[in-house]
Protein backbone atom coordinates (compact mmCIF):
# COMPACT_ATOMS: atom_id res chain seq x y z
CA UNK A 1 0.00 0.00 0.00
CA UNK A 2 1.39 3.58 -0.99
CA UNK A 3 1.54 6.16 1.26
CA UNK A 4 -1.21 8.55 1.72
CA UNK A 5 -1.28 11.86 -0.51
CA UNK A 6 -2.48 13.68 2.00
CA UNK A 7 -2.99 14.11 5.65
CA UNK A 8 -5.42 12.98 8.13
CA UNK A 9 -7.86 15.32 8.91
CA UNK A 10 -10.30 15.82 11.36
CA UNK A 11 -10.52 16.15 15.28
CA UNK A 12 -13.69 18.00 17.28
CA UNK A 13 -15.32 20.74 15.51
CA UNK A 14 -13.57 24.88 16.11
CA UNK A 15 -15.75 27.77 17.49
CA UNK A 16 -16.92 30.07 14.93
CA UNK A 17 -15.01 32.75 16.96
CA UNK A 18 -11.90 31.40 16.76
CA UNK A 19 -12.09 31.35 12.83
CA UNK A 20 -13.44 34.82 13.03
CA UNK A 21 -10.34 36.33 15.02
CA UNK A 22 -7.91 34.83 11.91
CA UNK A 23 -9.76 36.39 9.31
CA UNK A 24 -10.84 39.77 10.84
CA UNK A 25 -7.39 40.31 12.39
CA UNK A 26 -5.91 41.85 9.37
CA UNK A 27 -9.16 44.28 9.20
CA UNK A 28 -8.39 45.44 12.54
CA UNK A 29 -4.70 45.81 12.26
CA UNK A 30 -5.20 48.53 9.42
CA UNK A 31 -7.42 50.71 11.53
CA UNK A 32 -4.87 50.55 14.21
CA UNK A 33 -6.62 47.86 16.73
CA UNK A 34 -4.62 45.31 17.80
CA UNK A 35 -7.55 42.62 17.42
CA UNK A 36 -10.35 44.22 17.51
CA UNK A 37 -11.19 43.74 21.08
CA UNK A 38 -12.07 48.01 21.86
CA UNK A 39 -14.70 47.21 18.95
CA UNK A 40 -16.03 44.19 20.48
CA UNK A 41 -16.47 45.10 23.87
CA UNK A 42 -17.17 49.12 23.48
CA UNK A 43 -20.04 48.70 25.36
CA UNK A 44 -18.19 46.94 28.49
CA UNK A 45 -15.84 50.15 28.47
CA UNK A 46 -17.98 52.64 27.97
CA UNK A 47 -21.46 51.94 29.27
CA UNK A 48 -24.45 51.09 27.70
CA UNK A 49 -25.67 54.52 26.70
CA UNK A 50 -22.80 55.70 25.15
CA UNK A 51 -22.06 52.56 23.05
CA UNK A 52 -25.50 52.97 21.54
CA UNK A 53 -24.76 56.13 19.90
CA UNK A 54 -21.05 56.20 19.37
CA UNK A 55 -18.48 53.33 17.18
CA UNK A 56 -14.51 53.77 17.30
CA UNK A 57 -13.56 54.16 14.12
CA UNK A 58 -9.60 53.87 14.43
CA UNK A 59 -6.23 54.17 16.25
CA UNK A 60 -3.49 56.54 15.43
CA UNK A 61 -0.34 56.33 16.91
CA UNK A 62 2.48 58.69 16.42
CA UNK A 63 5.35 57.68 13.98
CA UNK A 64 7.07 54.66 15.25
CA UNK A 65 4.97 54.30 19.21
CA UNK A 66 2.93 52.42 19.86
CA UNK A 67 1.53 54.12 22.63
CA UNK A 68 -0.39 57.36 23.45
CA UNK A 69 -2.34 57.67 20.27
CA UNK A 70 -5.41 59.18 18.74
CA UNK A 71 -8.87 57.51 19.10
CA UNK A 72 -11.03 58.58 16.25
CA UNK A 73 -14.39 58.30 17.29
CA UNK A 74 -17.75 58.62 15.36
CA UNK A 75 -20.80 59.80 17.06
CA UNK A 76 -24.54 60.17 15.55
CA UNK A 77 -25.96 63.01 18.03
CA UNK A 78 -24.26 66.47 18.37
CA UNK A 79 -25.76 66.89 22.16
CA UNK A 80 -23.48 63.50 23.06
CA UNK A 81 -20.34 64.76 20.91
CA UNK A 82 -20.27 67.66 23.15
CA UNK A 83 -20.84 65.35 26.37
CA UNK A 84 -18.07 62.69 24.58
CA UNK A 85 -15.75 66.35 24.60
CA UNK A 86 -16.27 67.21 28.25
CA UNK A 87 -15.81 63.28 29.41
CA UNK A 88 -12.88 62.91 27.36
CA UNK A 89 -10.43 62.53 30.32
CA UNK A 90 -12.61 59.91 32.10
CA UNK A 91 -13.09 58.02 28.49
CA UNK A 92 -9.36 58.37 28.15
CA UNK A 93 -9.04 56.77 31.24
CA UNK A 94 -11.04 54.21 31.13
CA UNK A 95 -9.97 52.87 27.99
CA UNK A 96 -6.88 52.42 29.04
CA UNK A 97 -7.65 50.67 31.85
CA UNK A 98 -9.01 48.74 29.94
CA UNK A 99 -6.22 48.06 27.45
CA UNK A 100 -3.73 48.13 31.02
CA UNK A 101 -1.08 50.66 29.18
CA UNK A 102 -1.36 53.92 27.97
CA UNK A 103 -3.21 52.93 24.34
CA UNK A 104 -4.97 55.74 23.95
CA UNK A 105 -3.87 59.93 24.73
CA UNK A 106 -6.43 61.75 22.57
CA UNK A 107 -10.20 61.48 21.42
CA UNK A 108 -10.78 62.88 18.27
CA UNK A 109 -14.71 63.16 17.63
CA UNK A 110 -16.32 62.81 14.28
CA UNK A 111 -20.08 63.36 14.29
CA UNK A 112 -21.95 61.56 11.64
CA UNK A 113 -24.43 58.37 11.20
CA UNK A 114 -23.17 54.85 12.57
CA UNK A 115 -23.66 52.01 10.63
CA UNK A 116 -27.22 50.08 11.19
CA UNK A 117 -27.21 47.33 13.89
CA UNK A 118 -29.21 44.02 14.08
CA UNK A 119 -32.13 43.83 15.61
CA UNK A 120 -31.86 42.22 18.96
CA UNK A 121 -33.56 38.27 19.02
CA UNK A 122 -37.64 38.67 19.32
CA UNK A 123 -38.21 37.14 23.39
CA UNK A 124 -39.60 33.49 23.40
CA UNK A 125 -42.86 33.23 24.20
CA UNK A 126 -44.32 32.19 28.06
CA UNK A 127 -44.11 28.33 28.68
CA UNK A 128 -47.75 26.76 28.55
CA UNK A 129 -49.91 26.26 31.63
CA UNK A 130 -50.94 22.91 32.63
CA UNK A 131 -54.51 23.56 31.46
CA UNK A 132 -53.47 24.89 28.50
CA UNK A 133 -51.03 21.90 27.78
CA UNK A 134 -53.82 19.83 28.75
CA UNK A 135 -56.51 21.03 26.71
CA UNK A 136 -54.42 20.76 23.68
CA UNK A 137 -53.50 17.41 24.28
CA UNK A 138 -56.96 16.39 24.64
CA UNK A 139 -57.36 18.03 20.83
CA UNK A 140 -54.71 16.31 19.72
CA UNK A 141 -55.48 12.59 20.89
CA UNK A 142 -57.69 11.68 18.36
CA UNK A 143 -54.28 11.65 15.64
CA UNK A 144 -52.79 8.42 14.64
CA UNK A 145 -49.64 9.57 12.73
CA UNK A 146 -46.90 10.61 15.65
CA UNK A 147 -45.06 13.05 13.70
CA UNK A 148 -48.31 14.79 12.31
CA UNK A 149 -49.15 14.97 16.08
CA UNK A 150 -45.94 16.21 17.24
CA UNK A 151 -46.01 18.65 14.26
CA UNK A 152 -49.12 19.86 15.22
CA UNK A 153 -48.30 20.11 19.27
CA UNK A 154 -45.59 22.20 18.15
CA UNK A 155 -48.12 24.58 15.54
CA UNK A 156 -50.43 24.65 19.20
CA UNK A 157 -48.05 25.29 21.88
CA UNK A 158 -47.00 28.85 19.33
CA UNK A 159 -50.12 29.68 18.56
CA UNK A 160 -51.46 29.53 22.10
CA UNK A 161 -48.15 31.27 23.53
CA UNK A 162 -48.29 34.12 20.92
CA UNK A 163 -52.13 34.72 22.00
CA UNK A 164 -51.00 34.66 25.73
CA UNK A 165 -48.14 37.06 25.01
CA UNK A 166 -50.59 39.42 22.83
CA UNK A 167 -53.17 39.59 25.83
CA UNK A 168 -50.25 40.58 28.37
Known amino acids: MSARKYPK ?3 PPKALAVAMGKVTKPIF ?14 AIIVGEHLS ?17 GTLHLRIDNGGLAMEMQHLQPQ ?4 INGYFGFQAVAHIKVTQGPLPQ ?7 LPPPLSAEDKA ?6 NIIDDADLGQALHDL ?5 SLRKSDKA
Request: hydrophobic share 35%; glycine share 12%; net charge positive.
Open 91 to 94: LIER
Open 117 to 123: RPDPAPD
Open 156 to 160: GSAVI
Open 52 to 68: GHSLPERITYPRHQTTA
Open 135 to 140: GLAKTL
Open 9 to 11: RGG
Open 29 to 42: ARRGFADGAIIKDW
